[in-house]
C-alpha cells in the first residue's frame, strides 16, 4: 500500500551561487588581510635596544648564530668563504652599507671580528640589528 502521491515535475533546487559568491568574497578578504612575512629558518634572539632605528634595505645581511655559525642571506656560509662572498655583492652593487644581526649570547669577539671581516670586504658602514623592548 502507498500512501504517498506520486510527484510530477522537479524536485527540490538549492541554488548555491550566491554560497559560491560568499565563499569567493571570504577568501579574497583573508588574502588581502593576511601579511606574509619572509622569516629566515635561522633563530636569533636579538639584543633589546631603546635606541634602536629601521634602517634602509641593504644588499646582504650577516647572521651570527649563539654557537658561532655565520649565514650569508639565508645560507650558511664557511669562516674563509665569507670574505670572497662579501667581496662579490660589495663589487656588484656597490654599497657600502650592510647589516649584521647577531644573536645576543654570540661571543663579543665573534661579533667583532666578524666587524672586520665586514669591513675589510668593502662594507664601511655596518648596521647591528636589535630589537624594541617589549611594551612598544
Request: proline share 4%; glycine share 6%.
Amino acid at each position: 500500500m502507498n500512501f504517498l502521491p506520486a510527484r510530477k515535475g522537479r524536485g527540490l533546487i538549492i541554488n548555491v551561487t550566491s554560497l559560491i559568491d560568499v565563499m569567493f568574497l571570504l577568501l579574497i578578504f583573508f588574502m588581502v588581510t593576511s601579511t606574509f612575512k619572509n622569516q629566515p629558518a635561522i633563530t636569533l634572539v636579538l639584543p633589546r635596544s631603546t635606541t634602536a632605528t629601521e634602517t634602509l634595505a641593504t644588499p646582504a645581511i650577516v647572521y651570527l648564530t649563539e654557537d658561532g655559525s655565520v649565514y650569508l642571506n639565508d645560507a650558511p656560509v664557511a669562516e674563509d668563504g665569507l670574505s670572497e662572498a662579501l667581496e662579490r655583492i660589495q663589487g656588484a652593487t656597490g654599497e657600502d652599507t650592510i647589516v649584521l644581526r647577531a644573536d645576543e649570547r654570540a661571543e663579543h669577539g665573534d661579533v667583532v671580528r666578524l666587524i672586520d671581516v665586514l669591513k675589510q670586504s668593502g662594507f664601511t658602514r655596518v648596521s647591528i640589528s636589535a630589537r624594541v623592548p617589549a611594551g612598544d
